[in-house]
């Protein structure tokens, strides 16, 4: 069943209504995205939750002159581009398949019904939500206060799993140093 995983890693964060989860369960929406295809651009205002079944996908925006990786999800995150989605604003971040992709994905309009009529879906959901500021002040923290090699390490510790997933490229725009520097912090291993 498709849904198991996602199940499973909703009863992980928060207790739900069986009535909850199936209504979340027939709302969902399966949708395969090739490598390269964009789940969101930039300019357009984000209508869905995520949640990955398999793959991996980068939320990303372009400055002009190169990308800022905020951040990588793999199989079974949840997602979304928050601040379009609550916001209901155009988006300047970007969604796009690493890999062949596979979510399931939920319209906010569902979601925002789901939180009006059962308190343990305003749960889960706030739960989901307040998750992405916290890891984003993490990044900024990060961004800020530490060098290129000890971004590059704290990645390889927190997500030694994405290493040989994602391309070099990918990995020195998300510690946010060139490929070039990259390279020699790598040869210093």
Same mark, same amino acid.
């Not at 949840?78 to 379009?84: A, D, K, N």
């Not at 890999?99 to 019904?113: F, N, T």
């Not at 140093?177 to 790598?186: A, E, F, H, K, N």
């Given at each position: 069943?498709?849904?198991?995983?996602?199940?499973?890693?909703?009863?992980?964060? &928060?207790?739900?209504?069986?009535?909850?989860?199936?209504?979340?369960?027939?709302?969902?929406?399966?949708?395969?995205?090739?490598?390269?295809?964009?789940?969101?651009?930039?300019?357009?205002?984000?209508?869905?939750?995520?949640?990955?079944?398999?793959?991996?996908?980068?939320?990303?925006?372009?400055?002009?002159?190169?990308?800022?990786?905020?951040?990588?999800?793999?199989?079974?995150?949840?997602?979304?581009?928050? &601040?379009?989605?609550?916001?209901?604003?155009?988006?300047?971040?970007?969604?796009?398949?690493?890999?062949?992709?596979?979510?399931?994905?939920?319209?906010?309009?569902?979601?925002?019904?789901?939180?009006?009529?059962?308190?343990?879906?305003?749960?889960?959901? &706030?739960?989901?939500?307040?998750?992405?500021p916290v890891n984003m002040m993490g990044r900024i923290s990060e961004m800020l206060e530490d060098d290129g090699k000890?971004?590059y390490n704290n990645f390889l510790k927190q997500r030694p799993q994405l290493i040989q997933r994602i391309s070099l490229?990918?990995?020195?725009?998300?510690?946010?140093?060139?490929?070039?520097?990259?390279?020699?912090?790598?040869?210093?291993?």
């Open positions: 069943m498709y849904y198991t995983h996602f199940v499973q890693t909703i009863e992980k964060i &928060s207790t739900s209504e069986q009535i909850v989860i199936d209504e979340l369960v027939s709302n969902l929406e399966l949708k395969n995205y090739r490598k390269g295809d964009f789940l969101l651009k930039s300019d357009e205002t984000c209508k869905y939750f995520y949640f990955l079944e398999k793959g991996l996908v980068k939320l990303f925006f372009d400055n002009g002159d190169k990308d800022f990786i905020m951040t990588f999800f793999a199989e079974n995150s949840f997602f979304t581009e928050l &601040s379009g989605f609550l916001t209901g604003n155009p988006s300047k971040y970007m969604i796009v398949a690493l890999e062949p992709v596979e979510v399931l994905r939920i319209h906010k309009d569902v979601v925002e019904d789901l939180c009006k009529k059962h308190h343990s879906a305003e749960t889960l959901f &706030s739960k989901l939500y307040s998750k992405a000890k971004r490229g990918d990995l020195a725009d998300y510690i946010g140093i060139t490929q070039v520097s990259l390279s020699r912090i790598r040869a210093q291993k």
